[in-house]
């Protein structure tokens, strides 16, 4: 079976600029939640929706941040206008009904100049 | 809020030996899971095994085990006969079935493990 899929695995971009991660979560799947890691706060929890709505967004750092799920099989996460600080591994994680059972994707590294 | 302490930032140990990882966290509910996933340098997430808090027994995946002590809020990971393989950053979690931290994994700092032939 796929796990949860994340594109880009790696983006690097210039200060400014846009940036959308994507991720699929494992099918059937009906809760979906992304994590941002970095060397000073470790992993934290940014968002996480069920069935395709937003739960709690209360970890998303500022306006700058959004994410959507518009359907079952897809979400996104995007930052604009992107900041050096932002950069980290960004983490999208899915789970069955059962909350607590969190599959995680292999990340998406983002470095912004 | 919930939190999680990891204290050791880094172990290391010899192949075939074992090893023991802390946790501890803090909590006002009485309903919970505890985790521990293990992140190697393809920096992919792993979940290693999990425990859930009204079961006295303590879990055990293969060479996995842990020591949970409910009262101390202690949660412990210990690696028998360590591999080169399991090598990598473990993070200690915690998820509560209600209140605020309902729905989210806290997470501890995480303590780098190097296993050593």
């Known amino acids: 079976d796929a796990g949860v899929i994340q594109s880009p695995r790696h983006e690097v971009t210039e200060m400014g600029q846009e940036v959308t991660l994507r991720c699929k979560p494992i099918s059937g799947h009906n809760s979906l939640f992304w994590y941002r890691q970095t060397m000073m706060r470790g992993l934290e929890l940014l968002i996480y929706?069920?069935?395709?709505?937003?739960?709690?967004d209360s970890g998303m750092p500022e306006d700058r941040f959004s994410a959507k799920m518009p359907n079952a099989s897809f979400s996104t996460l995007k930052i604009q206008p992107s900041e050096p600080r932002d950069s980290a591994v960004y983490f999208c994680?899915?789970?069955?009904?059962?909350?607590?059972?969190?599959?995680f994707g292999p990340g998406t590294r983002l470095t912004v100049t | 809020a919930q939190t999680v302490t990891q204290s050791q930032p880094e172990m290391s140990v010899q192949e075939a030996e074992t090893v023991t990882l802390s946790c501890t966290y803090d909590?006002?509910?009485?309903?919970?899971?505890l985790f521990w996933y293990k992140q190697p340098p393809s920096r992919q997430m792993i979940l290693v095994i999990r425990?859930?808090?009204?079961?006295?027994q303590n879990a055990t995946e293969n060479r996995f085990s842990v020591n949970f002590q409910k009262a101390a809020k202690s949660f412990s990971l210990k690696i028998s006969d360590s591999q080169l393989g399991d090598t990598a950053m473990y993070f200690c979690?915690?998820?509560?079935?209600?209140?605020?931290?309902?729905?989210?994994?806290?997470f501890g700092q995480g303590t780098i493990l190097t296993v050593h032939p």
């Open positions: 425990q859930e808090a009204y079961k006295q």
């Open positions: 979690a915690f998820w509560g079935a209600g209140g605020t931290s309902y729905g989210k994994l806290t």
């Open positions: 909590t006002s509910e009485n309903n919970y899971y």
């Open positions: 929706f069920n069935n395709n709505v937003p739960i709690d």
């Open positions: 994680a899915s789970s069955p009904d059962r909350l607590y059972e969190q599959y």
